[in-house]
């Protein structure tokens, strides 16, 4: 792109984000630690979703040394339900490098906030623009989609290395007194307007500097080859439930898939079919009734976990188990929290 239409899609792409911009909630703020919040809070997952446990968050841990001195469990619970708790501890880890190491104040170079745990390129760049206006690139798959268009990009997108090609791209672009508004501006110009399927072409700001929009074919950009289908595994899952009512939760292991968060008992099901010694066995327990809740289905990024589930009675007493009260107030996965609910509808 010529430097003369460098500058007027600057312009172009700034003055329609300042005119059009959606009023989200970390729109309001310029500290580092608000919007680093959001953006780990935004990787994967949609902006509806992130707005409610944005504000619930920052009730909580409302500056970075709130975070940094926060107990896990009580992290866990404020990010129960958003999915890859590896970011909430990352971000934790992250802060507390920062309150350690910085006096409390994010770096505002990239070399030093991408030493942070958990920092990597786009969320340093993220930060650095929105919160210090650094002329810095913030690559992620809308940012991609926008400029393989604009630029007619054909490397593929699912290999890591075609980003490179694209923060290049940002840094010839980046309008360098307003890197705040354009890399929000690339981002929501993909959100709302270059949308994977049927492009709004007609109301995009930078139509007339798109080669995608002139050729007539927007459709076909970004190339992105097909991810590799995710592996099915197949669990029996069990609502233990003693004498006294209370239930049986365990915590899965500190590393690994959703470290730390509780479930309910799990037995992983190959080809054999479950008999109740199984269970009584691995748990000591002796079952009295066993029926089934539910079943369905919870879709990780590479897993894909088959459930039955069923509510069991056995028989005594179990002190350390607990009430539905009391695990309300335990970290526990979406699926769990299903499961969860779909147990104490059986109850009403």
């Known amino acids: 792109m010529q430097y003369a239409y460098v500058e007027q899609f600057r312009h172009a792409l700034v003055t329609w984000f300042e005119r059009e911009k959606r ?50 469990e009580l992290l866990l619970k404020q990010w129960e339900g958003l999915g890859y708790y590896s970011r909430a501890r990352n971000l934790q880890a992250g802060v507390r490098e920062v309150v350690e190491q910085y006096g409390g104040v994010v770096p505002n170079t990239r ?78 110009l993909g959100a709302l ?28 950009l970004p190339v992105k080859t097909k991810k590799v289908k995710t592996k099915p595994l197949y669990y029996d899952v069990y609502v233990m439930r003693d004498a006294a009512g209370r239930v049986k939760v365990e915590q899965r292991p500190a590393t690994g898939l959703l470290a ?19 269970l009584e ?6 079952i009295q009734t066993k029926e089934q809740l539910m079943s369905f289905k919870h879709v990780f990024s590479h897993l894909v976990w088959h459930m039955d ?13 607990l009430t539905v009260a009391q695990l309300k107030q335990y970290p526990m996965p979406v699926p769990m929290l299903k499961i969860l609910q779909a147990y104490e509808n059986s109850l009403a």
């Open 309 to 321: 589930v069923y509510a069991v009675d056995v028989a005594g007493e179990h002190d350390d188990w």
């Open 23 to 72: 009023d989200l909630p970390w729109r309001h703020t310029k500290d580092p630690y608000k919007i680093w919040v959001s953006e780990v809070m935004l990787q994967q997952t949609r902006v509806d979703t992130v707005i409610p446990y944005y504000t619930r968050f920052l009730e909580h841990f409302p500056t970075m040394e709130h975070l940094a001195n926060a107990d896990e």
């Open 111 to 188: 070399e030093d906030i991408s030493k942070l745990k958990g920092v990597g390129p786009y969320t340093a760049g993220a930060v650095l623009s929105i919160a210090y206006g650094v002329p810095e690139h913030a690559v992620d798959g809308n940012v991609m989609r926008v400029l393989s268009r604009v630029l007619n990009i054909h490397d593929d997108i699912a290999v890591p290395k075609t980003k490179k090609v694209f923060e290049a791209a940002v840094e010839m672009l980046i309008d360098p007194h307003n890197a705040s508004s354009f890399n929000q501006g690339l981002m929501e």
């Open 281 to 286: 066995q691995q748990y000591n327990v002796t």
């Open 260 to 278: 730390s968060m509780w479930q309910f008992a799990m037995i992983e099901r190959g080809e054999d079919i479950f008999t109740p010694e199984v």
């Open 193 to 220: 307007i270059c949308t994977p399927t049927s492009p709004k072409c007609l109301l995009c700001p930078v139509r007339d500097y798109c080669t995608a929009f002139h050729e007539g074919e927007p459709e076909k």
